[in-house]
């Protein structure tokens, strides 16, 4: 039987951001946003209160979700903090599924960049993004859960354990991107989750199978608090 989150209030972040180069151009990477939407939908179903800040994907909203749907990562940024903000009703967990850009242009051009004749190369100056996760477990409102992803292409559990420490969160799930079968864009996948005490691994599986997985994790997490 699923693990109720009746009352919870839960804030997630799905989906790539897309970081405009010109009226044309953009950054962005492959994710499908099919692991948050799931997590998402999943935890309407258990009786959560789920708001869903979404990058750009084409995916129908879930059942009892309130979507906010963004473009770049400065603007997934000021709708989680926005969120975060809302004293009223505190967030319990967040849950950051989306993959941010970690860099985005100084500058978009306001038109297309042109072809110059002569011209073999061209060169971007990129900035770094805010970093929504570290901001989101350092914040004065910090939910009393926050659960961070990490994709890699190797030293899954060590790069994913760094992040934990680093950002200060309390669980992460790393998974391995860039191999058959699982991944951004596949509708299966396989989770490990690392937190303080040890590493758990979730699949192979379909990423809805996974969502349930990891809110039972998150439900026994809010629980545990909730007893302490």
């Known amino acids: 039987m699923s693990a109720s989150l009746a009352g919870v209030r839960l804030l997630v ?3 790539p951001t897309y970081e405009d180069i010109d009226p044309v ?3 962005g990477n492959r994710s499908s946003g099919k692991m948050g939407f799931a997590i998402a939908a999943g935890a309407a179903e258990r009786g959560a209160e789920v708001v869903l800040v979404a990058g750009p994907v084409h995916m129908a909203t879930p059942a009892g979700v309130t979507r906010i749907d963004v473009r770049s990562a400065a603007q997934m940024h000021d709708a989680v903090m926005a969120r975060l903000g809302m004293v009223d009703a505190p967030c319990d ?3 950051g599924a989306a993959a941010v850009a970690d860099f985005t242009p100084r500058a978009a051009s ?6 110059q004749p002569g011209q073999d190369t061209l060169v971007l ?4 993004t805010r970093d929504i996760l570290a901001d989101v477990a350092a914040h004065a409102s910090r939910p009393r859960l926050v659960v961070g992803f990490a994709a890699e292409t190797d030293n899954v559990a ?3 354990r760094g992040k934990l420490e680093r950002k200060g969160v309390d669980l992460i799930c790393a998974n391995r991107v860039g191999v058959p079968g699982g991944g951004f864009e596949s509708d ?3 989770l490990l989750v690392i937190d303080q005490d040890g590493e758990r691994a979730l699949g192979p599986a379909s990423k809805t199978m996974l969502a349930g997985e990891l809110l039972d994790i998150v439900a026994g997490c809010l629980s545990m608090q909730g007893a302490g």
Do not use: H, P, Q, T
């Open 13 to 15: 972040s799905a989906g």
């Open 25 to 27: 151009r953009f950054l």
């Open 93 to 95: 967990a967040y849950i």
């Open 110 to 115: 306001a038109n297309k960049l042109k072809k």
């Open 125 to 128: 100056e990129l900035v770094k």
């Open 158 to 160: 060590g790069y994913a």
């Open 188 to 190: 299966d996948n396989a």
